[in-house]
């Protein structure tokens, strides 16, 4: 996972705790909102996607030979 990828995981991880907090989503919705933030920041920290992998997608970026 490249470090654009992790910084704008983190940043939307940050919104969605946002709008929690301020009212803005609330009940199942809001719930929701923490599972992905979580998710979020977890993968971010591990510098890894699950989903990533299973569809073969990278955001690293390779060194040109």
């Not at 940043?11 to 907090?21: E, S």
């Not at 929701?32 to 890894?48: D, E, K």
Request: aromatic content about 10%; glycine content about 8%.
């Amino acid at each position: 996972m490249g470090s654009l990828d992790k910084t704008v995981r983190l940043l939307i991880a940050v919104v969605l705790i946002a709008l929690y907090f301020l009212g803005v989503v609330e009940g199942v919705i809001g719930t929701i909102a923490w599972v992905v933030a979580a998710i979020f920041i977890l993968t971010s920290i591990i510098s890894f996607c699950p989903l990533y992998a299973v569809f073969g997608i990278t955001t690293c970026k390779t060194k040109s030979a």
